[in-house]
Every structure is written in structure tokens, then in C-alpha cells.
């Protein structure tokens, strides 16, 4: 079992970037796949992005791809979400996830097992 707790979100001006970081408590972070999901009002929970246990191996939203990055250190127990050229679409809550399944790069919330606070992410134009 892990927790999860989310950083890093704000108010960012449209073509602005921000990092994300999610620090996971427990000795067995690297066993799990991370993902990162964000959530609009009034809108469901989509899929961001997702990392492997070893970091290798990448998936993205074809909404966020070629903006977003997202990446682990396993030392650290943190995954994070480097993102840049903001749309205002991209305002949401972020909330990253844990799996130890094989299915962690399917973009189905219901895949994770293991859920963070969320941190709100907002940007303007």
C-alpha cells in the first residue's frame, strides 16, 4: 500500500509550464506503475499520463502528447509531470495514481488502485 499526496499546481498564464510532483510514502514505490489523471468541473476524470515501475516505458493523452512529461525517481519516491505550453484547457485537478496491474497504460482510472488528494492546476488566458 502507498499514499499519495500531490504538489505543485497554481495559476499559470497560457504558454506557461508548470511541474508537478506526487512523493509517495511506503518502502515499495518501485513496484508500481504511476499514472497521472485530471479531473474538469463537471467533467469525468481522464486519462493524462503513465509511467512504468522502472521508468522505461511512457504513455500520454494524445491531448497532452509533445507537452507533457512525465517521469520518475524511484530514490525519491516521486513521480512528476513536467508540463509545458499550458492551455487553458488543461485546467483541472491533477491527481496522480498507483497500480501494481499490468493495465496502468490503458487511460482507465478504474485500472489504479491507489489515489492522491489532487492538486488544482489553472490556466488562464
Known amino acids: 500500500q502507498v499514499q499519495l499526496v500531490e504538489s505543485g499546481g497554481g495559476l499559470v498564464q497560457a504558454g506557461g509550464s508548470l511541474r508537478l510532483s506526487c512523493a509517495a510514502s511506503?518502502?515499495?514505490?518501485?513496484?508500481?506503475?504511476m499514472g497521472w489523471f485530471r479531473q474538469a468541473p463537471g467533467k469525468e476524470r481522464e486519462f493524462v499520463a503513465a509511467?512504468?515501475?522502472?521508468?522505461?516505458?511512457?504513455y500520454y493523452a494524445d491531448s497532452v502528447k509533445g507537452r507533457f512529461t512525465i517521469s520518475r525517481d524511484n530514490a525519491k519516491n516521486t513521480v512528476y509531470l513536467q508540463m509545458n505550453s499550458l492551455k487553458p484547457e488543461d485546467t483541472a485537478v491533477y491527481y496522480c495514481?498507483?497500480?501494481?496491474?499490468?493495465?496502468?497504460?490503458?487511460?482507465?482510472?478504474?485500472?489504479?488502485?491507489?489515489w492522491g488528494q489532487g492538486t488544482q492546476v489553472t490556466v488562464s488566458s
Open positions: 511506503g518502502r515499495t514505490f518501485s513496484s508500481y506503475a
Open positions: 509511467i512504468n515501475y522502472r521508468g522505461g516505458s511512457t
Open positions: 495514481a498507483a497500480t501494481r496491474g499490468p493495465q496502468y497504460y490503458s487511460g482507465s482510472a478504474s485500472s489504479y488502485d491507489y
